[in-house]
């Protein structure tokens, strides 16, 4: 632990920032999940989990969650495959 108030302060802001990261991610990844779920049970309300995964994937992304280029590709690959089960 260290003896320095402002790395005190600082290891105290990282970990808040660590736990709230966590959390976005986890609910990132369950809203990508629910949107495939829905998509391979070819569901009525598969076009609406796909917009919410993409509002939530480039959110994000914008946030530095994660790469600009991961939330194209991931977006890309949920399009693709809703409109291949569409068909």
Avoid: F, Q, W
């Avoid at 966590?22 to 796909?50: F, Y």
């Amino acid at each position: 632990m260290p003896n320095i108030k402002s790395a005190i302060k600082r290891v105290r802001v990282s970990n808040k920032k660590a736990t709230n990261n966590t959390v976005k991610k986890s609910t990132l990844k369950s809203t990508v999940k629910k949107c495939k779920e829905g998509i391979a049970k070819n569901d009525t309300a598969a076009p609406e989990s796909l917009k919410n995964a993409c509002v939530a994937l480039d959110k994000a992304a914008s946030d530095n969650l994660i790469h600009k280029n991961t939330a194209a590709r991931r977006k890309s690959r949920l399009t693709k495959a809703y409109n291949a089960a569409k068909k």
